[in-house]
């Protein structure tokens, strides 16, 4: 998930390569190391084919480190007898084997289950969270479109919230924040995939030609951690980017610049990084997600929803299948794959 390409648009950063930034910093220390832990089966950085951070010929050639590697090979999120386990390895070996027409067995196991119809995801969904609650419960698609569309039908459907933002909603960050925690907290900071839940709401607002809400949130991951005060910006719920894209955090940044135009420049940069709405968290709903946002993540129940897929399987499909997959720790539901992605009993 460490990318060592230039971001668009970079705002910060000494290189924009995120992966030039870590090692730069690492070895600007005395004696120290780094520690690199991935899962080659799993996506690599957006728009990339590989990841270059589980690459040992970049580490070694671009950056003239001695790597020592070794791989992890015993399971710990499923049991032995776990089909979603049986099924994820029959993934990746289809993977090593450049085989990309996968069936899943779902007939022996009862922890990986295919969904049909409607009803049949309903309840499922009714009774993961009655039994594991919200934040044990996620779907997973390949979009934030179909994300947007999940979100909607079960805030109305299911939890019956017809309101733009309601308390007791599960948001998931979707940019790394560190305005509103002090790095002494238990989090340190706010990352990109924390979920939050909405405990009170206080007010909305609208400036600098966007959405906001302040709210009080707690931290769903840090249990022991108080709630506290923060902003939100809602306009990030519904968009099809993954966050604010350049052109809107730049539009941001100039709109609430205006505030201080007044100010000496060095001052008016210090205003503009202390302003709450210029901070306010950028969220999605966290109920479904794209498989990128799931990454890191883990769930009790998971719900993949096949992707579209126009020319047919292929090595990003599987890497986004087993990727998925792997983010249930005990119930894993699929649905809209068709027959012919199943073995026969």
Known sequence: MIPDVVSEGKLFGATGSLLDDLIQYVYEG????????????????????VSPALDERIIEQRYL???????L???????DKSGILFNATGIRNHIEEQDYNFKF??????????????HEIIDTINSAYDINGHEETAIIVRSNKRANL???????RILFRESELSAGDFLMVVKNNYHWLKPTSDAGFIANGDIIEILEIFSFKELYGFKFANVKVR???YPDMKPFETTLLLDTLTSESPSLTYEQSNKLYQEVR???????????????????????????FSYAITCHKSQ???WENVIVEQPYLPDGPSKDYLRWLYTACTRAKTNLYLIGFNKDHFIES
């Open 296 to 298: 890191g993540g883990q």
């Open 219 to 221: 931290m769903v991951d």
């Open 150 to 156: 999940y979100n909607q039908q079960i805030r109305s």
């Open 65 to 71: 480190k001695e790597v020592t590697s070794i791989e």
């Open 30 to 49: 005395i004696n120290c190391k780094l520690l690199i832990i991935g899962d080659t089966a799993q996506l690599p950085p957006v728009k990339l084919e």
């Open 105 to 118: 067995n779902v007939q022996p196991y009862n922890d990986i289950k295919r969904l049909i119809d409607g």
């Open 258 to 284: 205006m505030d201080y135009l007044k100010l000496p420049k060095w001052k008016q940069y210090k205003e503009i990084k202390a302003n709450q709405y210029f901070n306010a968290l950028q969220v999605k």
């Open 73 to 79: 090979d015993e399971v710990k999120r499923q049991t």
